[in-house]
């Protein structure tokens, strides 16, 4: 059974860096494209970030230059490492299987970013 | 980049039938696939729709999805209205980066 699991949201100040974490099961993270798509408090969807299986790495213009992907293969694990965090990227963060048509999501993280 | 516009909201009764639109600013809407998601509230989302008009396994068929280059559009079409429905609807494509639309929210009532 495919499962994705996020853990690393929490309460941060602006400025502040925060790593997120997804445990994949049921299927092999380098293999797969992996994405990150976030959600504001009551607004919609935003995809922030994307891994291809060759190591590609791709970011949305809000996040450019703050935000890194990664994975670690032997852990099944992808991460977000998010850097000089701002209001505005207050979200839930889910981590996704897939990048156009996704079809896993995690149940996601909630980072609030508040001094 | 290019914005998708969909309605802020749509109602019908149980039963029915009901179309979301999804309508593509610029560039063609048959370049590029359109997804659609499902989010019920304080959940997570999930796939109904993947390229264009494919049903994930597990997904109804009374739901179904089509683009109409006439009009730049994709549409999301559920028949036989249930409560369990009831939720919003995301649609997605992509050119040179990944667009959500503003999300329409289903009531069924």
């Known amino acids: 059974e495919v499962q994705l699991v996020e853990s690393g949201g929490g309460l941060i100040q602006p400025g502040g860096s925060l790593r997120l974490s997804c445990a994949a099961s049921?299927?092999?993270?380098?293999?797969?494209?992996m994405s990150w798509v976030r959600q504001a408090p009551g607004k919609g969807l935003e995809w922030v970030s994307v891994?291809?299986?060759?190591?590609?790495?791709y970011y949305a213009d809000s996040v450019k230059g703050r935000f890194t992907i990664s994975r670690d293969n032997s852990k099944n694990t992808l991460y977000l490492q998010m850097n000089s965090l701002r209001a505005e990227d207050t979200a839930v963060y889910y981590c996704?299987?897939?990048?156009?048509?996704?079809?896993?999501w995690g149940q996601g993280t909630l980072v609030t970013v508040s001094s | 980049n290019f914005m998708l516009t969909q309605p802020h909201s749509v109602s019908e009764s149980p039963g029915k039938t009901v179309t979301i639109s999804c309508t593509r600013s610029?560039?063609?809407?048959?370049?590029?696939?359109v997804q659609w998601y499902q989010q019920r509230p304080g959940s997570a989302p999930t796939t109904v729709i993947y390229?264009?008009?494919?049903?994930p396994s597990g997904v109804p068929d009374r739901f179904s999805g089509s683009i109409d280059s006439s009009s730049n559009s994709a549409s999301l079409t559920i028949s036989g209205l249930k409560t369990e429905d009831e939720a919003d609807y995301y649609c997605?494509?992509?050119?040179?980066?990944?667009?959500f639309g503003g999300g329409t929210k289903l009531t069924v009532l």
């Open positions: 996704a299987r897939g990048v156009v048509a996704v079809d896993y």
């Open positions: 049921g299927f092999t993270v380098s293999s797969n494209y």
């Open positions: 891994i291809y299986s060759g190591g590609s790495t």
């Open positions: 610029s560039g063609s809407i048959a370049s590029n696939y």
């Open positions: 390229e264009d008009n494919q049903r």
């Open positions: 997605q494509s992509y050119d040179s980066s990944i667009v």
